[in-house]
């Protein structure tokens, strides 16, 4: 029993190290998972490797090409299982099997319907032991949007929102800067750096005119994708005029007009996705395009209308919600405009909450479903 325990630990120990290297590459492995991978012999580990971009090199790969030679009968802790089919790079599966590696720790099973297992039956049939499991909430948290696009084909989408004490995102004039913190905001542009998409309705621009880009040093501009179904959007708004490199999409439908939609099909790293709609973008359409694009993850900043919109169609998956020290009172408008619940049997509860006072707001963060482990 004593050996059993100490086996687990040791899994555990090893795991989380890969675990820790996959997450090096946050945001930048679209529409692939994060993957991390560790070779161990003799408690020693020797060789790391972790998926850096789409189109290059798995996980297994770089792990075990610092291995070399050791990499026989050494022990493989991957955070996903290994892929068995030919994509843009070789299977991984066959890379160990080749290397001659003893023992492969999966942290989980992939959650792609059409591979799931596969990689696994191939390490077990050439002779390998393959444990399964290991930390695998863990992992499949850190590959949460990955886990729901693969299952779904649609985002996963984190709504982000900051309001005052008594529930106003601006004052009734309309004033909004800045309801959080300066630590509050940079945290956002982490966000934004991580993310594939940020997501806004027309008000937003209208109203605050923001860029939706990253400020953070060596940062990467998400694609900035504007809800507006008449396209009311200036055209020198800064969304369409900064020097991001990231296009913006303008999602609209046929209320817009067509000689405006010219005008902007001609800007710089401007898109016009027009709807056969005659008033509102079909949202779940919207989602589904944007994961044949591939882009799995969506940071949505507004505004009240659009949000709760999308929660009310079940869309939306996890909330960030900073509360600031701050009281204004008034009618100001409230970060869930577009949601109208009549009863608070009926009120959304959010699972898996978590609250700190790190940023100098209160930050609060849940789920909008419970976390499920995908078998």
């Known amino acids: 029993m004593q050996r059993e325990t100490f086996q687990k630990s040791t899994d555990e120990t090893f795991m989380s190290e890969a675990i820790?290297?996959?997450?090096?590459?946050?945001?930048?492995?679209?529409?692939?998972?994060?993957?991390?991978?560790?070779?161990?012999k003799n408690n020693q580990i020797i060789g790391r490797g972790y998926h850096q971009k789409a189109g290059t090199p798995h996980a297994e790969v770089h792990?075990?090409?610092?291995?070399?030679?050791?990499?026989?009968?050494?022990?493989a802790y991957v955070t996903l299982e290994p892929c068995s089919h030919f994509g843009r790079t070789p299977p991984c599966s066959d890379a160990l099997i080749k290397a001659g590696v003893k023992r492969v720790v999966v942290a989980m099973q992939d959650p792609n319907p059409l591979v799931a297992g596969r990689g696994i039956q191939r390490l077990r049939k050439a002779g390998i032991q393959v444990d399964v499991g290991v930390l695998q909430?863990?992992?499949?948290?850190?590959?949460e949007a990955f886990c729901?696009?693969?299952?779904?084909?649609?985002?996963?989408?984190?709504y982000k929102t900051a309001l005052t004490l008594d529930g106003k995102i601006a004052t009734e004039t309309g004033d909004s800067r800045w309801v959080s913190s300066v630590l509050s905001r940079q945290y956002v542009h982490q966000l934004r750096n991580q993310y594939d998409v940020i997501l806004v309705g027309s008000e937003t621009i209208l109203h605050d005119n923001p860029a939706l880009t990253c400020r953070l040093p060596g940062g990467r501009d998400p694609i900035r994708l504007v809800v507006d179904g008449r396209?009311?959007?200036?055209?020198?708004?800064?969304?369409?005029?900064?020097?991001?490199?990231?296009?913006?999409?303008?999602?609209?439908t046929k209320a817009a007009p067509v000689d405006k939609l010219s005008r902007l099909q001609k800007l710089k790293n401007v898109e016009i996705w027009q709807y056969d709609t005659s008033r509102y973008v079909?949202?779940?359409?919207?989602?589904?395009?944007?994961?044949?694009?591939?882009?799995?993850?969506?940071?949505?900043?507004?505004?009240?209308?659009?949000?709760?919109?999308?929660?009310e169609n079940e869309c939306v998956d996890k909330l960030e919600c900073f509360i600031a020290p701050k009281l204004v009172g008034g009618n100001g408008p409230s970060p869930l405009s577009g949601l109208n619940i009549q009863l608070m049997k009926d009120a959304i509860e959010l699972y898996d909450l978590q609250a700190d006072?790190?940023?100098r707001d209160i930050h609060v963060t849940g789920y909008f479903r419970p976390h499920e482990i995908i078998q």
Not at 20 to 40: D, Y
Not at 137 to 143: G, K
């Open 20 to 40: 820790k290297l996959a997450g090096q590459a946050l945001g930048r492995t679209s529409p692939n998972p994060m993957v991390g991978c560790i070779l161990v």
């Open 63 to 75: 792990a075990l090409s610092e291995a070399q030679d050791q990499a026989k009968d050494a022990t």
């Open 137 to 143: 909430h863990e992992a499949a948290s850190l590959n």
């Open 148 to 158: 729901k696009a693969i299952t779904t084909t649609m985002p996963f989408i984190l």
């Open 231 to 252: 396209c009311r959007l200036a055209e020198n708004s800064q969304v369409l005029t900064s020097s991001a490199e990231s296009p913006c999409i303008i999602a609209t």
């Open 282 to 311: 079909p949202l779940k359409q919207m989602l589904k395009d944007l994961v044949c694009r591939g882009w799995i993850s969506v940071l949505l900043e507004g505004g009240g209308r659009l949000a709760g919109a999308l929660i």
């Open 357 to 359: 006072m790190n940023f």
